[in-house]
């Protein structure tokens, strides 16, 4: 059975930072592209961050987040991470993490309807 699972969220103040994890289990996620989406309150779940298979080491970045953000993997511990640098309010959301199931050595991901696996979400609050 497929599970990604998020941590790392909280009550952050406005400046502040958080590391966002992603455990992945149930297949061998090095081989596919994986990537994070946020949904605040009355939103669409929107595109944040995706990185590349493991060997491709490609990412991408929505433009609210570049520079502040970084998407990274470890592969020896199956899990994703996103850090969260110089946090803002408009980042308050729940954040997702996703995996694509069907294309192998794929790149980096950002449109919703691509992704296969998905978390339960884990929430980021930034105060102001």
């Known amino acids: 059975q497929v599970q990604l699972v998020e941590s790392g969220g909280g009550l952050v103040q406005a400046g502040g930072s958080l590391r966002l994890s992603c455990a992945a289990s149930?297949?061998?996620?090095?081989?596919?592209?994986m990537g994070w989406f946020r949904q605040a309150p009355g939103k669409e779940r929107e595109f944040v961050a995706a990185?590349?298979?493991?060997?491709?080491?490609?990412?991408s970045y929505a433009d609210s987040v570049k520079g502040r953000f970084t998407i990274s993997r470890d592969n020896a511990k199956s899990t994703m991470y996103l850090q969260m640098n110089s946090l803002k309010p408009e980042d308050t959301a729940v954040y997702y993490c996703?995996?694509?199931?069907?294309?192998?050595?794929?790149?980096?991901?950002?449109?919703?309807?691509?992704?296969?696996?998905w978390g339960q979400g884990t929430q980021v609050t930034v105060s102001s």
């Open positions: 996703a995996a694509d199931g069907d294309d192998i050595f794929g790149g980096p991901i950002t449109q919703y309807s691509k992704y296969d696996y």
């Open positions: 149930g297949r061998t996620f090095s081989y596919y592209a």
């Open positions: 990185i590349s298979w493991s060997g491709g080491r490609s990412t």
